[in-house]
């Protein structure tokens, strides 16, 4: 168990609805980060938030949103989902507390979204 | 822009030899940290290791080792007396520093490493 708990861990749904994926970063970290793993664009960094504040953004898509909450969970939501977002969705957290670059990031076991 | 490339898509080799996966990364930042993570067919990653840029030293851990060379901008991963087990794909990143505490991993396509028994 490395400490971050993403859930639910399959999530099989049609096209155009909306789901939520929902992350529990390790105790005392601050940051959490989103990644999606598909076959065409391998590992993109899509969010990082730090004690509930948006830090950085990468590659997300209009139709994805984020937050995290005061208990520094994280919650990704996916709208108007299409086919081509099937894939495994990573969260990672960092920090033990501190935005120092390099602290090490772990990841959660992922939450694979098939889209049908 | 930060990039890593894993030139090797897919390695197969038998149970017992040894085998290195490269890693070339590009970066204009003077600290960084690069990453190795394992992500075996069970889908999570793995962290294997993570090294700063002021560090060069080789590391060895069990049938583990990497040679991290700043001059040639490579971080190769060499797994010795190769087993089943190794079997995963296998991804170098590079942590990108945006200031203010923006952070991310860039990573490279992966390499899928095969071993045959």
């Known amino acids: 168990d490395s400490g971050v708990t993403q859930t639910p861990k399959h999530l099989i749904t049609a096209t155009g609805q909306r789901v939520t994926l929902r992350c529990s970063p390790r105790s005392g970290d601050l940051s959490v980060y989103w990644y999606q793993q598909s076959l065409d664009q391998g590992l993109q960094f899509l969010i990082q938030y730090y004690n509930g504040e948006e830090r950085a953004k990468g590659n997300i898509l209009e139709r994805f949103s984020a937050q995290q909450f005061p208990d520094l969970h994280s919650e990704l939501n996916l709208s108007s989902l299409e086919l081509g977002d099937s894939a495994l969705y990573f969260c990672?957290?960092?920090?033990?507390?501190?935005?120092?670059?390099?602290?090490?990031?772990?990841f959660g076991s992922g939450t694979r979204l098939t889209v049908v | 822009a930060q990039k890593v490339t894993q030139a090797q898509t897919e390695i197969s080799v038998v149970e017992k030899e040894d085998v290195t996966l490269d890693c070339v990364y590009e970066?204009?930042?003077?600290?960084?940290?690069l990453f190795w993570y394992k992500q075996p067919p069970s889908g999570e990653l793995v962290f294997l290791i993570r090294r700063n840029s002021f560090d060069e030293q080789n590391e060895i851990s069990g049938r583990y080792s990497w040679n991290f060379q700043k001059s040639t901008s490579s971080f190769n991963f060499t797994i010795t007396a190769s087993q089943v087990v190794d079997s995963a794909v296998y991804f170098c990143a590079l942590s990108e520093d945006g200031g203010q505490g923006a952070q991310k991993l860039v990573f490279g396509q992966g390499t899928r490493l095969t071993i045959n028994p």
């Open positions: 990672a957290s960092s920090g033990q507390g501190s935005t120092k670059i390099g602290d090490g990031y772990t």
């Open positions: 970066t204009r930042d003077t600290t960084y940290y």
